[in-house]
C-alpha cells in the first residue's frame, strides 16, 4: 500500500550532512508512487526523536523550507552530524483515518512509540474492544498495533514478545518500522514480505524500503558516490521480524509466529533512560474540494427525505428478452430469429477451457528456484483475482507478487480485502497510487460534462482513469525482472454493449475487448472526438489523461496468462472459499460479490439499468446460461436482485468525487428511456 523506508548510519558509513539529506530525498522520490496523499520523516538524534509529517505528497514536504529546517535541526548538533544517525519516512496512500488531521498521518506516535506502516489492520475496531485498557487517539490502524506493542512490553516481554504477541492478534497486512523511546533499536518486522533491506556488508550503513527496485537504484546511486562498497539486499521474508541496534547495526533476527522457537525470546535489549518525542508538525487541518480519502460508506440512503422524485422502473420487466438468454431488446446490435433467439446467443463461442494439466505446463519454464518472485498477479480485491491469488500460491506453489493500481476508485473494502489476501498467504503487496486527488478531478469534470448532455456512449469516460492499470503492470514487470504475468480476467464478463453505444458492432471471434481490430478501434476513436465536439466540456484537462488511458487499452502489448482459460470459474466455489478461508468481506448494499471492490460499477450500472433497461450483470448472466452454468429462469431471478440501484454506494460516488447527489440522480432520472 504505502511506501516505508528507513537509513541508519554510522560515523565509519562516509555519509555526510549533505548526502544524509539526498539519500533522504531519493527514498522519498522513488517511494511516492506507493502514496501520493501524505508523506512524514522521523529523526533519532542526540536523546531525541523528532516527527515532521503534512498531508502533502512527499515531492512538496521535500522542497518545503520548513522541513528542510527541521531536518537540519535534527541531525546537526553545532554544525556536526550525531552518530550513529536513524531515519525513517513515510509515503502515504490514505487507507483510514483523515489526512487532513495530522495525527492520522504517519510517523504515527503512540505511548513512546514512533512508527510507519505499510498495509491495513482489518481488525483493528475489533482489538480496540478486545483491550480496553489501550486507549484510542486517532483514527489510523497502525496505531492499534504500536499500543498493543507498547501493552505487552508493559507487562514484561520482551521486544521480541511483545511483537509476536502484537503480530499474531492482527489480521490484514502489516510492514512496519518503529522506533522506541525507551529501547536503543529500530524494529522492521512484516507478515507479507513488502520490505527490503539494504545493509553494507562492514555493518556501517543500512537501508530500508517497501520495493527491491528502491532499493536497486538507491545503492546504485551511492556507490557511485564511493559512499556504499559491498552491500546485500536481501528481502524480508513474511512473519520475520528484525531489531537493529542502532549504536553497532548489528541485527537480531525472529519469527513472528508466537509460538517460533527461534532462540529470540530473550532478545538481549534492556530498556533505557526515555528519549524525547518531538512532534515538529502541529496538527492542523488542511481541507480540499475533493477528498483525497474517500468518506466511509453510508449505511443507508432513505430517498424517502430527499427531493429526488420516485423512478418507475417497472416497464423494465415488459422488455422483449431473448428465449434463450436474458439480453433485452436494447441491447445495442441485438437481433432475434423465429424463436426469439438472439445474435449473441447464435454466434457465441464457448470457453475452451485447457485443463490444470496444460497450466502447469505453460508456466513451468517461468517457476523460479531461487526463491524469487516467478510472476506477477494484479489484484484488484475482486472475488476473481482473491481467488486467483490463492491459486497460483496454494495450487500451483509458485511464488507470486501481487499488484494493484488505485486510480481513486478502489473502495476500502477492496483495499481491505487484498489485505485480507495478501496478509494470510504472506505475499508481497506493490500497490501504484495515481494523483488521487487529480484523478478525481478528471472523473468529476467527465460525469459533469455528460450530465450536460448524456449519452450511453460516453459513459465508460468515468472509467478511463484506470487503465493505466496495464502500462504499469507491464513497467513492474520489467523492474522486477519477471516475465510472466498472470490475468484473472472472467471470460464471461464480455460488455460489447459499452463499445456497442458507440455504434461499433460486437466481433463475436474475439476473446477480449482490446481485440477489436484496428478499424473498429478507429471508429471508437472517432465516435468520442465526434461527441467532444458536440459537448465541448469533454474538452477539459483529463483529455491527455483519457488519450493515454485508450492507448493502454487498445494499443499496449497484453501478454498475459489468463488463468481463467486453464481453471473453471465456478462462482459458488470461489465466494465459499474467500469466506470461509480469508474472512472475504461483502458488500452491505449489493446481492452478489461481483465489482464490490468497484467504486464506479453501482454508478454506471444505475445509468445503464435506468436508461437501457439492463447492465453488465445481464450480459454475465446470459452467458452464463450460454456456458450452462445456470438456467435462463435462474438468471432471470439473479439479473432482478443484481440490477437493483445501490443508492449507498452511489451517494460514496458522488460525495468522493464532488458532486451532488441529489442533483445527480434527479438528472440521470430525466433521461428519455430506450424502452419507453
Not at 446460461?625 to 460516488?653: C, F, G, H, M
Request: with cysteine.
Amino acid at each position: 500500500m504505502c511506501g516505508i523506508f528507513g537509513l541508519i548510519a554510522k560515523k565509519e558509513s562516509g555519509f555526510t550532512p549533505t548526502t544524509f539529506k539526498s539519500a533522504t530525498a531519493d527514498l522519498f522520490k522513488l517511494s511516492e508512487s506507493r502514496g501520493k496523499e501524505a508523506s512524514g520523516l522521523a529523526v533519532l538524534s542526540r536523546n531525541e526523536i523528532s516527527v515532521y509529517k503534512k498531508p502533502w505528497p512527499a515531492t512538496k514536504l521535500n522542497r518545503n523550507q520548513k522541513f528542510q529546517d527541521f531536518f537540519d535541526g535534527a541531525i546537526n548538533d553545532h554544525g556536526k552530524l550525531v552518530w550513529p544517525l536513524a531515519m525513517i519516512g513515510h509515503a502515504r496512500l490514505v487507507t483510514n483515518g483523515m489526512l487532513e488531521i495530522n495525527t492520522n498521518n504517519q510517523p504515527v506516535i503512540k505511548d513512546g512509540l514512533v512508527g510507519i506502516h505499510n498495509g491495513i489492520i482489518v481488525n483493528d475496531e475489533a482489538l480496540w474492544k478486545k483491550f480496553p485498557e489501550i486507549k484510542k487517539q486517532c483514527q489510523v490502524d497502525t496505531e492499534v498495533l504500536l499500543s498493543l506493542i507498547r501493552l505487552f512490553l508493559n507487562q514484561q516481554q520482551s521486544l521480541t514478545t511483545a511483537t509476536q504477541t502484537a503480530f499474531n492478534l492482527i489480521k490484514g497486512t502489516a510492514s512496519v518500522a518503529v522506533l522506541f523511546n525507551d529501547y536503543p533499536c529500530l524494529l522492521l518486522a512484516t507478515n507479507n514480505s513488502s520490505l527490503y533491506v539494504c545493509r553494507s556488508l562492514n555493518h556501517t550503513s543500512l537501508i530500508f524500503a517497501s520495493e527491491r527496485h528502491t532499493l536497486q537504484k538507491l545503492s546504485a546511486k551511492y556507490v557511485q558516490k564511493k559512499i556504499l562498497d559491498e552491500f546485500e539486499i536481501l528481502q524480508v521474508k513474511p512473519q520475520t521480524g528484525y531489531l537493529v541496534n542502532l549504536n553497532d547495526l548489528a541485527v537480531t533476527k525472529f519469527s513472528l509466529m508466537q509460538n517460533a522457537d527461534d532462540g529470540n525470546k530473550n532478545d538481549g535489549f534492556k530498556s533505557i533512560n526515555p528519549k524525547t518525542i518531538l512532534n515538529c508538525s502541529p496538527d492542523q487541518p488542511e481541507y480540499s474540494q475533493i477528498s483525497d480519502q474517500p468518506p466511509s460508506l453510508v449505511t443507508s440512503v432513505n430517498l424517502e427525505a430527499t427531493k429526488i422524485p420516485n423512478c418507475d422502473l417497472s416497464p423494465i420487466e415488459s422488455l422483449k428478452r431473448c428465449t434463450k438468454c436474458v439480453l433485452p431488446e436494447t441491447m445495442p446490435f441485438i437481433e432475434f430469429d423465429d424463436q426469439g433467439v438472439c445474435n449473441y446467443c447464435k454466434n457465441y463461442q464457448p470457453v475452451k477451457i485447457q485443463g490444470e494439466n496444460a497450466l502447469k505446463k505453460d508456466i513451468a519454464q517461468f517457476r523460479n528456484n531461487l526463491d524469487r518472485p516467478d510472476c506477477l498477479v494484479p489484484l484488484s480485491g475482486g472475488r476473481d483475482s482473491s481467488y486467483a491469488l490463492h491459486y497460483i500460491k496454494n495450487e500451483l506453489k509458485m511464488n507470486p507478487v501481487a499488484y494493484s493500481y488505485d486510480w481513486g476508485m478502489l473502495t476500502d473494502l477492496g483495499r481491505r480485502n487484498q489485505a485480507r489476501m495478501c496478509g494470510s498467504l504472506g505475499i508481497e503487496h506493490i500497490l501504484i497510487s495515481a494523483d488521487i486527488r487529480t484523478k478525481r478531478r478528471y472523473i468529476r469534470q467527465n460525469v459533469l460534462a455528460w450530465l450536460r448532455k448524456p449519452d450511453l456512449g460516453t459513459i465508460p469516460l468515468f472509467m478511463a482513469g484506470d487503465k493505466q492499470y496495464f502500462y504499469y503492470a507491464e513497467k513492474l514487470r520489467r523492474q522486477m525482472g519477471i516475465k510472466l504475468i498472470i490475468y484473472s480476467e472472467n471470460p464471461m464478463e464480455k460488455t460489447d454493449f459499452k463499445s456497442g453505444f458507440c455504434d461499433v458492432k460486437p466481433r463475436f471471434d474475439i476473446d477480449h475487448v482490446y481485440n477489436l481490430g484496428l478499424s473498429r478501434k478507429l471508429k471508437l476513436a472517432f465516435y468520442y472526438f465526434k461527441q467532444a465536439l458536440k459537448n465541448p466540456y469533454y474538452l477539459n484537462s483529463s483529455i491527455i489523461d483519457n488519450s493515454w488511458a485508450y492507448l493502454s487499452s487498445y494499443f499496449l502489448p497484453h501478454k498475459y496468462l489468463y488463468l481463467y482459460r486453464y481453471i473453471k470459474w465456478d462462482e459458488s466455489k470461489i465466494d465459499g472459499l474467500l469466506a470461509d478461508v480469508y474472512d472475504w468481506e461483502h458488500a452491505s448494499d449489493a446481492a452478489n460479490t461481483w465489482r464490490i471492490g468497484d467504486g464506479t460499477a453501482a454508478f454506471y450500472n444505475y445509468i445503464y439499468y435506468l436508461v437501457a433497461g439492463f447492465t453488465e450483470n445481464d450480459t454475465f448472466r446470459s452467458n452464463q446460461i450460454r456456458e450452462n452454468v445456470i438456467t435462463r429462469q435462474e438468471a432471470l431471478t439473479l439479473i432482478k436482485t443484481d440490477n437493483q440501484p445501490r443508492y449507498e454506494s452511489i451517494k460514496w460516488y458522488c460525495d468522493t468525487i464532488g458532486i451532488d447527489f441529489e442533483k445527480t440522480l434527479k438528472t440521470i432520472n430525466a433521461i428519455p428511456r430506450l424502452y419507453i
